[in-house]
């Protein structure tokens, strides 16, 4: 495996910034277990005031997953490692934006405003048969089998209200906390799928 993770952050003033960069390649135990990632998030402050800060947020992920296809217990038994699929790959490809505002309303009272979103697609592109039949080319149109190809759409929102209440209670410091929150899909995961997809990758 080869990983890095790079970041930055600063301050201009009132407002401050942060930003990183993350990627991981991956071989894999098996056969067609390879895998790539890579994710990357900025987050931008504005202090109002010691009491009031805003924050805007964004963080994306993306992956490729090389899948090796299932063993029948025989098959593990001669060989782990082995791979009854070459052409299984699973990738989402998410996008959270958002915003939360802090406000110190007293000493003890603090209240936390959030709206974020999940956005992007969750695709898949597999022969997805038993480990006992293989993926093989069809004599009579000289192509492979057959792939079921899928694509999941993501578009929800989420906002949230947090009240945090400190009081002292027998001469110790406890915290009382209450959370609102409304959750919206616009429109629902919708999935795209068919079994047409023959190319070799």
Known sequence: MVSTYNSLSGTLGK??????VNGKWITGYRENSDASFDAEGI???YDVSKDLTFKLEWTHSNYITHIPGPLTDSMFHDDPKMSTRSRN???????????????????????????????????????????NIAD???????????????I????SYTTELRMLQSYKLF??????????????????????????????F
């Open 15 to 20: 407002f401050r910034y942060s930003a990183w």
């Open 89 to 131: 790959y699973y990738q989402p490809n998410i996008h959270i934006p958002s915003i939360t505002a802090d406000w110190n309303v007293a000493p003890s009272t603090k209240l936390r405003l959030a709206t974020s979103a999940v956005l992007g697609a969750r695709n898949s592109v597999m022969f997805d048969k038993p480990a």
């Open 152 to 155: 999941d759409h993501f578009n």
């Open 43 to 45: 987050s931008l402050y």
């Open 136 to 150: 093989t080319i069809v004599p009579v149109t000289l192509q492979y089998n057959n792939r079921q190809v899928d």
């Open 171 to 200: 001469q110790q410091t406890s915290s009382l906390a209450r959370r609102n929150s409304v959750y919206e899909q616009r429109p629902a995961p919708s999935t795209a799928r068919k079994r047409n997809n023959r190319n070799r």
